[in-house]
């Protein structure tokens, strides 16, 4: 008898502790990649029964570490999101030389840093900016097995696809098809095992001090309960002005002064204040468009970040109770094949109701109809602020940014609504997709990152 997308029932019994003393959470459509990663536990302990594994487990003679690292999905890549990279560079990295001088010595932790490539990002990054000396970059992972990885600092093409192509040469050799990371790099980031959820003391040397810390794309394999206990003790964690990212596609933690959520183009960022509050809303048990701040100065991407900064999502007078009826205008318009009108519309309702996601996505759509690239990915954008999980937003976002060149943002756009997509049932119909399933939105984003990986210098 199978037990949701367990095989055997006690495969169940098992994610239920995981979910208890790691934190980890198996929705239907990672159960089989979980049962393959317990195999691969029970095999690596020399037991074939499901049933005698979970009574090591239970009485802590097989450890919970070694399970929670073979069931853990460790895709990474070097500089992946590149547009919280940039923010780093523009924003974040300028505002800690202003307070603290040219050689501010940041303190950096890649928490959850699989084989290594988000710390080694960051070190290359310090060096390009020539904010590397006296800097600390501490990796750590539940995964004795990526940590080595992580250690010997070899990879492959497919961890070098993200935005790397022209300063990869000076920083990796070429052996065959592998690039190897310069030793000096390599010597600049710690590593160390750290399970996140079951409570291991971080550090005491980071208490309190750290000036950035990247969480990315572990905390969405969390139970909500774990999301939230993990995140609070990594904020409390921060040095004063400190930041916390998480991945775009990650839950939102819930946020208490003095720290705050900040929107950034690359998705909220969480920051320790230092000034007395100014806003009351800063929890998150408010509805989200509420309490989204905009950072200064980027809300349009990193290449517009002098300009000055406009008036705050959440800082617009807002319209809710007819967007409903907008939306039917807008879509009855454009059925009626009155592309030109139905943007106007378009453009005057997403401005009378800017709290209204599906507005701005058929503005965006009805601007690319019309060829308005930019115009397009910036209506896509404020879709995206609204609700970072709509895949078919997401995906839109990728097309409009292939067609303006911008492969590498793209690429990111194309990852982002896969990986929200593949998260589903595969069956679930997705927001704003006119009734497409998950599953072809995974194929979608699968095959436009195929496409653009052929073209790169990096690709195999
Ligand atoms: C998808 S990778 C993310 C890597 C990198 N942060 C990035 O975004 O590219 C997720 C990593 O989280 C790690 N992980 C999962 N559960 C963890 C836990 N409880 N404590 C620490 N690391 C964990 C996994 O071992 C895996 O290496």
């Known amino acids: 008898m199978s037990v949701g997308g367990w095989s055997v029932p ?11 003393r790691a934190g980890l959470e198996f929705p239907l459509n990672r159960q089989s990649f979980a049962e393959a990663g317990i195999r691969r536990a029970m095999a690596k302990f020399m037991i074939d029964s499901p049933a005698a594994y979970l009574a090591h487990l239970q009485s802590g003679s097989a450890s919970i570490e070694d399970l929670a690292e073979e069931v853990g999905v460790g895709e990474t890549y070097f500089f992946r999101d590149p547009v919280q990279f940039a923010t780093i560079r523009t924003r974040l990295l300028p505002d800690l030389v202003a307070r603290r001088g040219p050689m501010p010595a940041p303190r950096i932790w890649s928490a959850g840093c699989a084989t290594g490539e988000e710390a080694y990002s960051l070190a290359i990054l310090l060096e390009e900016e020539r904010l590397a ?62 399970n996140l959820a079951t409570g291991d003391p971080f550090p005491e040397v980071w208490s309190g001090g750290l000036d950035i810390i990247l969480c990315r794309n572990v905390l969405i394999y ?8 993990v ?4 904020l409390q964690s921060l040095a004063p002005e400190g930041w916390l990212i998480t991945g775009p596609s990650d839950p939102l933690l819930q946020v208490a002064h003095p720290f705050e959520a900040v929107l950034t183009p690359g998705g909220i960022f969480y920051r320790r204040t230092t000034a007395a509050r100014t806003v009351t809303r800063a929890s998150t048990s408010l509805p989200r468009s509420r309490w989204k701040k905009p950072m200064p100065g980027v809300e349009d991407g990193p290449q517009h970040t002098h300009r000055a900064a406009k008036p705050a999502i959440a800082e617009v007078p807002v319209s809710i109770g ?64 609204l609700d970072p999980g709509l895949a078919v937003a997401q995906l839109s976002l990728g097309s409009i940014l292939q067609r303006l060149g911008s492969k590498v943002e793209a690429w990111s756009a194309y990852q ?43 690709s195999s």
Request: overall charge positive; some cysteine; aromatic content about 6%.
């Open 322 to 385: 007819d967007s409903a009826a907008a939306v039917t205008r807008v879509r009855q318009l454009g059925d009626t094949g009155a592309i030109k009108e139905a943007a106007g519309v378009a453009a005057e309702e997403s401005a009378t109701h800017p709290l209204c996601a599906e507005l701005h996505f058929l503005h965006g759509m009805l601007l690319m109809e019309q060829g308005s690239h930019r115009a397009a990915a910036d209506a896509m954008r404020r879709v995206l602020y």
């Open 10 to 20: 006690v495969f169940a019994t098992i994610a239920a502790v995981l979910r208890e």
């Open 133 to 194: 000396v006296g800097a600390r970059i501490y990796g750590t992972d539940v995964s004795e097995a990526a940590l080595s990885a992580a250690r010997r600092g070899v990879f492959s093409s497919w961890s070098l696809r993200g935005d790397l192509a022209l300063i990869a040469p000076r920083y990796f050799r070429r052996r065959g098809d592998r690039f190897v990371l310069n030793e000096d790099l390599r010597g600049r980031v710690a590593f160390s095992r750290l």
């Open 222 to 229: 969390f139970s909500s309960d774990a999301v939230q206990r």
């Open 231 to 234: 995140g609070h003790r990594l």
């Open 416 to 458: 982002r609504g896969h990986d929200i997509a593949a998260l589903q049932p595969p069956d679930r119909v997705m927001p704003l997709s006119d009734g497409a399933p998950a599953e072809h939105l995974v194929r979608a984003a699968k095959s436009r990152m195929a496409a653009l990986a052929a073209d790169w210098a990096y």
